[in-house]
């Protein structure tokens, strides 16, 4: 049996059209979609002693929301420290918000303007000897 591809064709070339004009019509709506911006993750890594701080810069290119998460803590992973955020002063972290209750797994959340900003890992007595951290920066 012998089949005669013509027929195929031309449904191919109408499905072809058909599939084009949708793709075309679904670019021309009316409803712009604002492009999302990109979240940038930083990861700061470090010691903290006895009585000490620790602190990190990092620069935010676009107003939104910053998360700080005290992701690891050890080896005494159940104490309280402080985190802070605050604005780079020179070889300083000047702050402008504390928490001193966080604990590994705390997350902070607030929304940022463009600049140049600083986190600060600190302790507020409970650390003996010294400690190592990881304290990720999600920022829109």
């Not at 701080?53 to 420290?81: E, K, R, W």
């Not at 402080?82 to 966080?102: E, K, M, R, V």
């Amino acid at each position: 049996m012998r089949i005669d591809p013509r027929p195929f064709a031309a449904a191919s070339l109408r499905w072809g059209a058909v599939a084009a004009a949708l793709a075309l019509a679904a670019c021309g709506g009316s409803s712009a979609t604002t492009p999302t911006a990109p979240s940038t993750t930083d990861t700061f890594t470090g010691t903290i002693a006895a009585g000490g701080v620790d602190a990190h810069t990092f620069a935010v290119a676009q107003a939104g929301s910053l998360t700080v998460t005290l992701t690891t803590l050890s080896p005494q992973s159940t104490i309280t420290v402080g985190l802070g955020l605050g604005q780079p002063s020179g070889a300083t972290c000047s702050l402008i918000s504390t928490d001193n209750t966080a604990k590994m797994g705390s997350v902070e959340q607030t929304t940022l303007d463009v600049g140049s900003y600083c986190v600060a890992i600190y302790d507020i007595g409970n650390v003996q000897g010294s400690d190592t951290y990881t304290l990720t920066v999600s920022h829109t």
